[in-house]
Structures are given as C-alpha cells and as structure tokens.
C-alpha cells in the first residue's frame, strides 16, 4: 500500500470533501478517527490505525494533527470548506514569499493574490520554499510580500499549527515579483 497517495487521499478528506467517504468534520475541521480509518477501509482494505499514526507522524509537511487522545484528526491548514482550525493570529516576519505559476502572474498583479477555492493565501517564509510551492503550477515565480507594511495597515496574519504564513488577500500594493 502507498502511504504518499493514501496521505493525498486523507488531505482531500480533511480539507475539502469528507462527504466522499460519508463522514463530516465539526466547525473546528476533527473528523473520528475511527470513521475516517473505516471510510478509507473501503478502497483501501488494508489501512489502518497504526498506518495512520505513520502517515500523521511522518508527515513531510506536518499536514495533520490528533487531538489529545487520537480520537479525532484534522488537516492543520489547506481547507476550502468552512472550517475554524483556531489559527493563531501572530504578527509575521517583515518579509514572506509566495510562489506561483508564471501563468498565473499578470492576474495577481491586477488582483492581488486571492485564496482561489481555499480559506486563507498560503504564504512561505523563504524563496526556497516558495519555489517549491510555485512548481505545482507550472514554471515557478516569487512574490516578495511586505507584511511589514500590511501589518502597519491592521491586516491579519495566522500561522498555522504547522507553521504555514495565511492571510486573507494580499492586495497589489503589497507585491513584487521578484
Ligand atoms: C494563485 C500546498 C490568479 C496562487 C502548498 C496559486 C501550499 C491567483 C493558486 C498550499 C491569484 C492557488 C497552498 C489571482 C492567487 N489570479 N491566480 N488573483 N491569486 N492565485 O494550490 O498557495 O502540499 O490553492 O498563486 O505547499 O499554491 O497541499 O494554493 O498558485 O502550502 O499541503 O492560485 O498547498 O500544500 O493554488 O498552495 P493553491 P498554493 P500541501
């Protein structure tokens, strides 16, 4: 069994559509973990909770989290339904990144960066990062933010539980493309 593609399959779950394996998430994104390891159990009959305490330990991107006793499980960020995952809000670096597809440039720089079909825009802490990011879209490109300046104009900040920048919008003011 492929941990990698049953993770994609629970990050699809747990962000935008747990109705796909007949289960729902509460307004702060737990799902049962019983229910979740069940629903999965349908295509893939040999999953199970130990592989899932794998998949959420060893996660690359620390993509989800337990509650206290493992009873419940939710996505730390990425959702596109409305969910409250208690984001903290915290006041960023100076500067943070956001890397795209150069296909998608000369509409940010009309509209500012948007959350599309998520909650939140996703931004990095380094270039690197935001290469990475940038590369699912195509040829990567970096937008440098000054969150330095948007935090002097009350925007909001959150950092997720596993350490991603979100916000809202960022407006065009704010953007260069590095
Ligand atoms: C672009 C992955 C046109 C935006 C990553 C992005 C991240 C616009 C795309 C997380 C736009 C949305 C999120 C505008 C923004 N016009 N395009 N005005 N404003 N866009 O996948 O940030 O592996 O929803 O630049 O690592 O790429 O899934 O967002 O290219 O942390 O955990 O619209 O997903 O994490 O794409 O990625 P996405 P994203 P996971």
């Known amino acids: 069994m492929k941990l990698k593609s049953i993770s ?6 747990l962000r935008h559509e747990p109705e796909i394996i007949g289960i ?12 979740l390891i069940k629903g999965i159990q349908e295509t893939h009959p040999d999953f199970n909770k130990d592989l899932l305490e794998i998949i959420v330990a060893e996660d690359n991107k620390q993509r989800y989290s337990f509650n206290g006793n493992h009873t419940l499980i939710r996505a730390n960020q990425g959702h596109s339904i409305l969910v409250d995952v208690e ?9 943070l990144y956001h890397g795209t597809g150069e296909k998608f440039v000369s509409s940010i720089q009309q509209q500012g960066l948007i959350p ?6 996703h931004l990095s802490k380094d270039i690197e990062t935001a290469l990475s990011v ?26 997720s539980a596993n350490q991603v920048w979100l916000t809202r ?9 590095l």
Request: hydrophobic share 35%; net charge neutral; charged share 25%.
């Open 87 to 95: 984001l903290e809000k915290v006041i960023p670096p100076s500067v």
């Open 24 to 35: 729902t998430l509460d307004e702060h994104g737990w799902a049962n973990v019983d229910e």
């Open 134 to 159: 940038g590369k699912r879209h195509g040829k990567p490109v970096v937008f440098q933010i000054d969150t330095q300046r948007m935090v002097e104009d009350h925007i909001d900040f959150y950092l």
């Open 116 to 121: 599309k079909s998520r909650l939140y825009v």
């Open 8 to 13: 994609k399959y629970i990050s699809k779950i």
């Open 169 to 177: 919008h960022v407006p065009v003011q704010y953007l260069q493309l």
